[in-house]
């Protein structure tokens, strides 16, 4: 039994549900706590690859909605490594379809970079208001991925530097996806450039 703290602000997927598309600071907002997060996991020697990252599993610590957590480990894996060149791929479909890399739908190797590419459908969503492809079942919308398709991108609110990071994270390729502590460093940077219109409605959306 794993037992948590107690998040009272309910998880992502309902409040975008109710609010909708969010602005450019808040999804960045949103998008560091869990940088923060998966960063933490992902750290070697004990990596812990998440595999069922998605707007369910990430939870608001309170109603005001200003600090999220990644939660819900039981699709966790534990890896031990012991340098950092050391291989450790897993193949099977493990996590949602929704947010599935496509390595994992193919039933290939993977490694901790699934959970960057789930981030990325997040960050979308975030940005869209919307579940990536939405108007496909789930099976089939990871299947239409896997066959290297990706969600379009038409928000207002996606920076070219929110857009730049949100297409290499779900990178075909897991190996040209960026790690966590990399996605943290660039989100800070968009953080400190954001205008000052931006900062003030930080938590309005």
Not at 53 to 59: D, F, G, I, Q
Not at 104 to 122: E, G, L, N, P, T
Not at 145 to 150: L, P
Request: hydrophobic share 35%.
């Amino acid at each position: 039994m794993l037992i948590t703290e107690y998040l009272r602000g309910g998880d992502l997927h309902q409040y975008l549900k109710e609010k909708g598309a969010l602005s450019p600071a808040t999804a960045i907002n949103f998008a560091l706590d869990m940088a923060r997060g998966m960063a933490y996991l992902h750290n070697e020697p004990n990596v812990i690859i998440h595999r069922d990252l998605k707007p369910r599993n990430v939870l608001l610590v309170n109603s005001s909605a200003d600090h999220l957590k990644v939660g819900d480990f039981g699709l966790s894996k534990l890896i031990k490594v012991q340098n950092s060149h050391d291989v450790y791929k897993m193949t099977g479909e493990t996590g949602s379809y929704r947010y599935m890399a496509p390595e994992v739908f193919k039933h290939r190797r993977y490694d901790k970079k699934v959970d960057v590419f789930s981030f990325a459908m997040i960050l979308y969503e975030m940005l869209e208001g919307e579940p990536p492809f939405a108007s496909y079942e789930p099976y089939d919308g990871a299947k239409y991925v896997a066959d290297g398709h990706r969600p379009t991108i038409r928000a207002k609110g996606y920076l070219p530097e929110l857009r730049e990071l949100t297409v290499q994270c779900w990178d075909a390729d897991m190996n040209q996806r960026p790690s966590f502590l990399e996605i943290l460093k660039r989100l800070e940077k968009m953080k400190e450039n954001l205008p000052a219109d931006h900062h003030w409605h930080l938590f309005s959306s």
